[in-house]
């Protein structure tokens, strides 16, 4: 792997500093941290309650060292999550082939640059592949499985990455041109929680760019690559949290301690049904109504 075809991280900040410093921190330990680009988009404050906050990472993210460069995007107005990393990703990959996403409370395991830009490569030229993704929930791997990675349905926006041919094909008007009632995915696909999901975003109680970009990959029946250990972890799920559920047993995963650089990919795009239903399953009805019951009886003997 050259210097030339390492990906550049984008990092969406927005207020919480306690979460972004544990992110930033995991990811100057990453491998390829010194020889990768740093782009970070700053969104502007919300209110007066969120200000100083916002400052305050802007403080911070000024003095960010340890990568090749550090490019801050600093905006004077609220965007929103959604249009933030549309317009970022957009903007930058005009100039690079492909990216790598973070929000600002993900953290990365060391290898994490090393899997993501591996996979990058390995399926450019392949269409089929929508997607590249960081985090996984636990799996059992078959005895007889040999790969470092499995393909699903399914995108997933914690720690991702994806090409510039990929992410300027995307259609995200595409909900709004299929209807309200009509082509919403079923659930043996996706899980059970994406028609709720889809209803969330006609509503607009949803601010979310990953909807339409899952709905997007699910019509033109594209796929998105995991690993079978995942290189990221969400902890985010605090008061601050915007757009994740208040608990976070329901989306906990073991993070790669293996250190490994190098992987083992697929050279063709077939599904392993076994890791990629068990991957589906989590989103499961029943999944989920076991984690809400234990969610609200966590608060009920506060």
Same mark, same amino acid.
């Given at each position: 792997?050259?210097?030339?075809?390492?990906?550049?991280?984008?990092?969406?900040?927005?207020?919480?500093?306690?979460t972004?410093?544990?992110?930033?921190? *995991?990811?100057?330990?990453?491998?390829?941290?010194?020889?990768?680009?740093?782009?970070?988009?700053?969104?502007?404050?919300?209110?007066?309650?969120?200000?100083?906050?916002?400052?305050?990472?802007?403080?911070?993210?000024?003095?960010?060292?340890?990568?090749?460069?550090?490019?801050?995007?600093?905006?004077?107005?609220?965007?929103?999550?959604a249009? *933030?990393?549309?317009?970022?990703?957009?903007?930058?990959?005009?100039?690079? *082939?492909?990216?790598?996403?973070?929000?600002?409370?993900?953290?990365? *395991?060391?290898?994490?640059?090393?899997?993501?830009?591996?996979?990058?490569?390995?399926?450019?030229?392949?269409?089929?592949?929508?997607?590249?993704?960081?985090?996984?929930f636990?799996?059992?791997?078959?005895?007889?499985?040999?790969?470092?990675?499995?393909?699903?349905?399914?995108?997933?926006?914690?720690?991702?990455?994806?090409?510039?041919?990929?992410?300027?094909?995307?259609?995200?008007?595409i909900?709004?041109?299929?209807?309200?009632?009509?082509?919403?995915?079923?659930?043996?696909?996706?899980?059970?929680?994406?028609?709720?999901?889809?209803?969330?975003?006609?509503?607009?109680?949803?601010?979310?760019?990953?909807?339409?970009?899952?709905y997007?990959?699910?019509r033109?029946?594209?796929?998105?690559?995991?690993?079978?250990?995942?290189?990221?972890?969400n902890?985010?799920?605090g008061?601050?949290?915007?757009?994740?559920?208040?608990?976070?047993?329901?989306?906990?995963?073991?993070?790669?301690?293996?250190?490994?650089?190098?992987?083992?990919?697929?050279?063709?795009?077939?599904?392993?049904?076994?890791?990629?239903?068990?991957?589906?399953?989590?989103?499961?009805?029943?999944?989920?109504?076991?984690?809400?019951?234990?969610?609200?009886?966590k608060?009920?003997?506060?």
């Amino acid at each position: 792997m050259t210097n030339t075809n390492i990906a550049p991280v984008l990092v969406f900040v927005y207020k919480r500093l306690d979460t972004l410093t544990e992110t930033i921190n *995991s990811l100057k330990r990453n491998f390829l941290a010194p020889v990768t680009d740093l782009i970070i988009y700053s969104d502007g404050a919300k209110s007066d309650a969120d200000r100083s906050k916002v400052q305050q990472v802007r403080g911070y993210i000024k003095n960010i060292e340890g990568f090749k460069s550090v490019n801050l995007n600093v905006s004077e107005k609220n965007r929103g999550l959604a249009k *933030s990393i549309i317009r970022g990703v957009t903007e930058v990959l005009q100039n690079y *082939s492909s990216c790598i996403v973070l929000e600002d409370d993900l953290i990365t *395991s060391p290898n994490f640059l090393n899997y993501m830009n591996d996979s990058l490569q390995k399926y450019e030229k392949n269409e089929k592949v929508f997607s590249i993704s960081g985090f996984t929930f636990p799996i059992k791997n078959p005895e007889s499985y040999e790969l470092d990675a499995y393909f699903n349905r399914r995108g997933c926006s914690w720690g991702w990455a994806t090409w510039a041919d990929r992410w300027q094909s995307i259609d995200w008007e595409i909900l709004n041109r299929d209807g309200e009632k009509k082509n919403i995915p079923g659930t043996k696909i996706l899980g059970s929680d994406f028609p709720s999901l889809i209803q969330k975003y006609y509503n607009g109680t949803a601010d979310s760019w990953a909807i339409p970009w899952c709905y997007f990959q699910y019509r033109n029946n594209l796929l998105t690559l995991y690993p079978t250990v995942s290189k990221v972890k969400n902890i985010g799920f605090g008061l601050d949290a915007t757009h994740t559920m208040k608990t976070e047993k329901r989306f906990a995963t073991y993070l790669d301690t293996s250190l490994s650089k190098n992987f083992s990919l697929s050279d063709d795009t077939a599904i392993d049904h076994e890791l990629s239903d068990q991957y589906t399953n989590q989103f499961s009805f029943m999944k989920r109504i076991k984690w809400r019951i234990l969610y609200d009886l966590k608060n009920l003997f506060k």
